[in-house]
Structures are given as structure tokens and as C-alpha cells.
């Protein structure tokens, strides 16, 4: 039997399902994950390497900028599996590129 969170197992446990338990990653955090055919290799429950730390995958939006506020509400099925390397990868990535994306240009003055 598969670990599960404290909270919101109904909401959570849909998500895992329809991930097969697997990270849904596909690049967002940076990593082609080449050896996983194009989507993250991590699986709940399983380690990131021999001497690595366990895996424990969460339920969070596709869009890792979504508010809290707003991600709480979500459906299942508008949730995506993710391990917390690539999420927190993911997130940054896109802080970054949404922080670049806004500063003016020297010719948008």
C-alpha cells in the first residue's frame, strides 16, 4: 500500500491515480529527463537514487505560479502530480522567466 498525506487523501489520491504514481513533470523544471522518455522517473515511494532520500509526490496545479488561494479550490482533475524537485524547479523557472519577461526594454520607453 502506497504512503498517503494527513489532508485531503480525496483530493490527492485521484491525482496519484490518474499519474500511475509517477511525476508528471515533462520539462517544466528544466530537466529534458531524457531517462525517463521525456516525463520524470519518480515514483511515490521510491528513492531518487541508492543512497537518496524517499519520494513523496504532491498534488499541485500544472501552472506552478498558480496563487494558494486559487490552488486550494482546484479539482482533481485540474491538478497534476509532482515530485518536490521538480516542482520547486518548475517554480522558480517560471518566476524567473515571468521577472524577466516584465522589465522594459531600453527601445519600450
Given amino acids: 500500500m502506497k504512503s498517503q498525506p494527513l489532508a485531503a487523501v480525496d483530493v490527492w489520491r485521484p491525482v496519484m491515480e490518474a499519474a500511475g504514481y509517477r511525476c508528471q513533470c515533462t520539462g517544466q523544471c528544466g530537466n529534458p529527463h531524457a531517462k525517463g522518455a521525456g516525463r520524470c522517473p519518480r515514483e ?30 482546484l479539482a482533481p482533475g485540474e491538478l497534476r502530480a509532482w515530485c518536490a524537485d521538480c516542482h520547486t524547479n518548475a517554480a522558480h523557472r517560471a518566476r524567473t522567466t515571468a521577472s524577466v519577461d516584465d522589465t522594459p526594454r531600453l527601445f519600450d520607453l
Fill in 44 to 73: 511515490h515511494d521510491g528513492y531518487t537514487s541508492k543512497h537518496g532520500h524517499r519520494v513523496r509526490l504532491m498534488a499541485a496545479p500544472a501552472d506552478p505560479l498558480t496563487p494558494h488561494t486559487t490552488a486550494v479550490t
